[in-house]
């Protein structure tokens, strides 16, 4: 049986596999229409989206309270629920994504390099979408339009499979989305959300590199760690974000307290939070006592190495494991380190890639650190919150990314994009 495109399955409604893999064929059609689009049509859809999406606040509350009311029997916090929640102000931020991404530059048919050979050929190097991506991401609905969004405008059709806490709030943005792309001619099956909650679908969809080019899970380890085991194409992932500040021995020490305290306490939960805190030890003495009364103000609890024991009293002795441990709550791990070299030596060794940022007026030691630290983003005197597509001027990101193929650090446009060789001749033979 074929999957009715507007008909929500349960697993009693149509064989698991034929309904993952009718879904990824009609995605893939989809990218080779999309491929093609023109930067006008795109833009238009999204345009008109994010009208239909204010229009449609009433649908989208209601759904959305489905959801919210479904939200103890999942164990949320009372954080997971509120990032759940919509109303009027956030599906006006949606829709105002939407609009940003359509005054972005549309990466497709950019010509990166090119020119003519001696022998006449002329051979050029042009960004092409990746084609079908498939985007397992959590409970917040936003992420759902965010990610139709640049997939689209990038020339990729996309399969979402959202976190079931937010399923009625996602179904009814998705539909949102394929009105418009009727109306305006943009396939509608480059926007599917996968209606199914069983698990065993998304092995299904990663088992199909023939439908599939890429898969980019967004969420915990273990989701992502799944997906890196059972995907037989490419995935675009970070497992950690165990972020580090770093505070030089020349570091503006008020600067230095209040990178640190945003890097960690603007957002606790986040993968561009901090994490881990190096203190050089010749400011040791005058910069840890007054931060960590600040950070224990705002419930942070320390964990730190001997001499961060000592100076302050009220943090507990770190373990080993806490060096590389991402807490994604109120707790920092805190080390005084001699020098340069053993800062960075720590961040390579504990660190996961993701972000990492000195505080220094010393320009010397400001460059080793941006050359010497092998992660996604480097900062130097700037929060580690800044490691994100939009402060990037990417518009919304899909996720970000701490390999270094295909893409690194936050993936916008184009990340989502490849590149292939066109070649024009006249009559030219080797």
């Known amino acids: 049986m074929t999957p009715d495109k507007s008909t929500k399955l349960t697993i009693t409604e149509t064989d698991l596999l034929s309904y993952c893999k009718e879904t990824a064929k009609r995605a893939r059609i989809a990218s080779r229409q999309l491929a093609t689009l023109s930067t006008k049509l795109k833009n238009d859809w999204l345009l008109a989206s994010a009208e239909a999406l204010v229009d449609a606040a009433e649908q989208l509350l209601s759904a959305n309270a489905l959801d919210l009311e479904a939200a103890p029997t999942f164990g949320l916090s009372e954080a997971q629920t509120d990032r759940l929640k919509l109303d009027a102000s956030r599906i006006a931020g949606i829709a105002s994504g939407l609009r940003e991404i359509a005054t972005l530059p549309d990466p497709i048919g950019e010509i990166i390099s090119g020119g003519r050979r001696p022998n006449g050929l002329e051979i050029r190097k042009v960004r092409v979408p990746l084609g079908t991506v498939f985007f397992i991401y959590e409970s917040r609905p936003n992420v759902t339009a965010d990610a139709a969004a640049i997939c689209v405008k990038s020339g990729n059709a996309v399969i979402l499979r959202g976190g079931k806490e937010a399923s009625h709030s996602s179904q009814a ?45 967004r969420g915990g380890k273990s989701l992502i760690s799944r997906v890196v085991q059972e995907a037989q194409m490419p995935v675009i992932k970070h497992y950690d974000g165990n972020c580090h500040v770093y505070v030089d021995s020349s570091a503006d020490l008020g600067m230095a307290q209040d990178i640190v305290i945003n890097s960690k306490c603007q957002r606790m939960g986040v993968c561009n939070a901090c994490e881990s805190l190096l203190v050089h030890r010749d400011v040791a003495d005058e910069f840890l006592p007054q931060l960590a009364k600040e950070l224990i103000a705002r419930h942070v609890e320390l964990r730190g190495d001997e001499p961060t024991c000592r100076l302050v009293p009220d943090s507990k002795p770190a373990t080993q494991d806490d060096w590389s441990t991402e807490y994604l709550g109120p707790i920092i791990s805190i080390k005084v380190v001699q020098d340069l070299d053993e800062a960075i030596a720590h961040i390579n060794r504990y660190g996961s890639h993701h972000t990492d940022a000195i505080v220094t007026s010393d320009f010397r030691s400001a460059n080793r650190f941006l050359a010497e630290v092998d992660s996604s983003a480097v900062m130097v005197n700037a929060s580690t919150r800044f490691n994100d597509g939009g402060e990037f001027g990417l518009g919304a990101e899909i996720g970000i990314s701490t390999d270094k193929f295909h893409a690194r650090g936050p993936c916008g446009l184009q990340e989502l994009t490849t590149y292939k060789y066109e070649v024009i001749g006249d009559g030219h033979v080797r």
Do not use: C, N
Not at 180 to 208: K, N, Y
């Open 173 to 217: 943005i998705v539909e949102t989305l394929k009105r418009s792309a009727i109306e305006f001619g943009v396939p509608p099956d480059a926007v599917q959300l996968v209606d199914t909650t069983d698990r065993a679908a998304v092995g299904h969809f990663l088992a199909m590199p023939e439908y599939i080019d890429v898969a980019i899970p």
